[in-house]
C-alpha cells in the first residue's frame, strides 16, 4: 500500500480542525468516494460514484480514470448508486432525472420520458438484465412505480400512481423478482407498499413510529436474499438514523439499531444472517437482527457492496490511505484497491463525447487537490470506441450479481427542501480554502509524462 508523508497528513488534520463552523464528519468537505458499482457479469469493471463526478476501471481495480459532473449533467442532483448493465449502459436515478449511458461512461444524456418529474428510485431484476423498476416523488404530481422491460429505453406506468403520493425508494426481491417493495409519503403517511406481482397490485402499510418524535424520510434500504418478507428500511428522528426490520413483508417495523451518523447505504449475507453499514463517518456489522457493531475500516463515507462473498467498500483517502478497498472476510480486514491519488486522468473516450470534449481541461485543478499524475493533455489519448459489451440479444442474465440499486437519497417528507444530492454529498462549505491549501502542502505524486507524437 502506498502512503503519504505523515507530517503532512498532520499539518492537513490541524488546518481542518481549525476551520471556523466546519462540520463534524470526517471528510470535511474533501473530495471523495461516495458508492461502487460492478458490471454485471464483468467482475472486472468497476464504476465508483464521487462528489466530483464519478471514476471508472476497466482492469479489476489497476486503472481508474475521471468522468466530470460536466459530462454526466446532472447538476446538484448526485446520484447515489449506479446500475452497470451487461451490455455496458449505466443508468442512475439522480433524484431528479434518470441518467442513461449507452457506452459505458463516455456520453451521457437524461430520459426525456420524466422530464416533469422527479426520478428517485431505481432498482434492477436480479437476474434479467432488461427489466427495470423506478419510482418518482415530486410534490404536486401524480407519483408512481414505472417499469422497463428493454433495459431502460422506454417506460410504462404501473397501477401505482397517483397524487398525494411521494415515493422515495424501490427494492426487487432477489428471492422473487415479482415481489416489489416501495417507500416515501402517502397523503402525509410514512409508508412501505409492497407488491406480489411484479406491480399490478399493491398493499399499503402506514408506519406511524409513535415512539420517534416527528420522524421522517422512511425509505427501504435492503431486501433479504433468501426470506422474501424480509425487509429493512431506515427513518431518519431527531437527528438520529434507526434501522427497522421487518419479517412480514413490511406489515410491521421492528428497529435493529439507532445510528448517530448519517445513513449511507447497507448490505446484507448470502445467508441474510450478516448486515453491514456505511454512515457518513463510519462502518457498521452485526447480526441482522442487531445489534450492529462499529468496525476499525473504513471511516468516512463508508459505502459498501457485496459481491457473493466479497465486499467491497468506500473509505476516505484522507483519513486511510484507499477510496476503495475489498474484504474477503466480511469486513473485519481490507485490502487497498485505489486511492484518489492514483487517478490516473480523465476517461479514455473517442472525439465528440461529452467526456473527451469536457473533462480533460478540467483534469489538472482536480490533479492538484488530489496529488494525482497530471499530464499535460489531461491523460486522454484517441482509444478506439469503447467496449460497451456485448449487443442485447434479449435473453436473461442469469447468476449475474445485483450490481446496484438507486435511490435518490433525500425522501418526501424530510423537512430540507429543494434539491438534494444522493449519497453522501459533501458541502464544499468553509473547508474549500483551506483544501487548495491542504493540496499545497501534501506530497505530490507525479506518473511519468507521455510522450509527444
Not at 397517483?162 to 417507500?183: H, I, K, Q, W
Not at 449475474?400 to 434539491?419: C, F, L, N
Not at 473547508?431 to 505524486?445: G, N, T, W
Request: proline letters at 9%; glycine letters at 12%.
Amino acid at each position: 500500500m502506498k502512503s503519504r508523508s505523515p507530517g503532512a497528513w498532520s499539518t492537513a488534520a490541524f488546518l481542518l480542525a481549525l476551520s471556523p463552523g466546519a462540520p463534524a464528519h470526517a471528510h470535511a468537505g474533501l473530495p471523495e468516494t461516495s458508492n461502487v458499482t460492478l458490471r454485471r457479469g464483468h467482475p472486472e469493471d468497476f464504476f465508483s460514484g464521487t462528489t466530483f463526478g464519478a471514476v471508472i476501471s476497466r482492469d479489476s481495480g489497476k486503472t481508474w480514470r475521471w468522468v466530470c459532473p460536466d459530462a454526466m449533467g446532472y447538476g446538484g442532483w448526485r446520484p447515489e448508486a449506479y446500475v452497470w448493465r451487461e451490455t455496458g449502459d449505466i443508468l442512475a436515478a439522480t433524484g431528479s432525472a434518470l441518467l442513461h449511458s449507452p457506452d459505458a461512461g463516455c456520453t451521457w444524456r437524461t430520459h426525456p420520458f420524466f422530464k416533469a418529474t422527479w426520478v428517485t428510485g431505481l432498482a434492477a431484476h436480479p437476474t434479467d438484465d432488461r427489466v427495470f423498476h423506478a419510482v418518482t416523488g415530486r410534490p404536486g404530481l401524480a407519483n408512481g412505480v414505472y417499469r422497463s422491460d428493454d433495459g431502460g429505453e422506454t417506460w410504462t406506468a404501473t397501477p401505482l400512481l397517483r397524487t398525494g403520493l411521494e415515493l422515495n425508494a424501490v427494492r426487487v426481491s432477489p428471492v422473487d423478482p415479482r415481489r416489489l417493495y416501495v417507500s416515501g409519503v402517502s397523503d402525509n403517511a410514512l409508508v412501505v407498499l409492497r407488491s406480489d406481482d411484479a406491480g399490478e397490485t399493491w398493499q399499503e402499510f402506514p408506519h406511524a413510529l409513535p415512539e420517534l418524535l416527528r420522524p421522517y424520510a422512511l425509505t427501504v434500504v435492503a431486501v433479504d436474499p433468501v426470506d422474501v418478507d424480509g425487509v429493512w428500511v431506515r427513518v431518519s428522528a431527531q437527528g438520529y438514523t434507526h434501522l427497522l426490520r421487518s419479517e412480514d413483508g413490511g406489515r410491521t417495523l421492528t428497529q435493529v439499531t439507532v445510528l448517530d451518523d448519517t445513513f449511507i447505504n447497507m448490505d446484507l449475507s448470502s445467508d441474510g444472517g450478516t448486515a453491514w453499514v456505511g454512515t457518513l463517518n463510519y462502518f457498521f456489522m452485526g447480526a441482522s437482527t442487531g445489534p450492529l457493531e462499529r468496525q476499525p475500516l473504513p471511516t468516512g463515507n463508508a459505502c459498501v457492496l457485496r459481491d457473493g462473498e466479497t465486499l467491497y467498500g468506500c473509505g476516505s483517502t484522507w483519513l486511510h490511505d484507499w477510496a476503495l478497498a475489498r474484504s474477503t472476510d466480511q469486513g473485519r480486514t481490507w485490502e487497498h484497491i485505489f486511492a484518489l491519488y492514483e487517478i490516473q486522468g480523465t476517461q479514455l473516450c473517442p472525439r465528440g463525447t461529452p467526456v473527451r470534449d469536457l473533462c480533460p481541461a478540467r483534469w489538472p485543478q482536480l490533479a492538484e487537490q488530489l496529488g494525482a499524475p497530471l499530464y499535460p493533455d489531461g491523460g486522454v489519448e484517441e482509444p478506439p470506441r469503447p467496449d460497451a459489451g456485448t449487443p442485447d440479444a434479449g435473453g436473461p442474465d442469469t447468476g449475474a450479481p445485483d450490481a446496484g440499486t438507486s435511490d435518490a437519497g433525500g425522501a418526501p417528507g424530510e423537512p430540507p427542501a429543494g434539491p438534494k444530492s444522493g449519497g453522501c454529498a459533501a458541502a464544499a462549505g468553509p473547508a474549500l480554502p483551506l483544501l487548495l491549501l491542504l493540496s499545497s502542502l501534501l506530497p505530490r505524486r507525479r506518473g511519468p509524462r507521455r510522450p509527444h507524437p
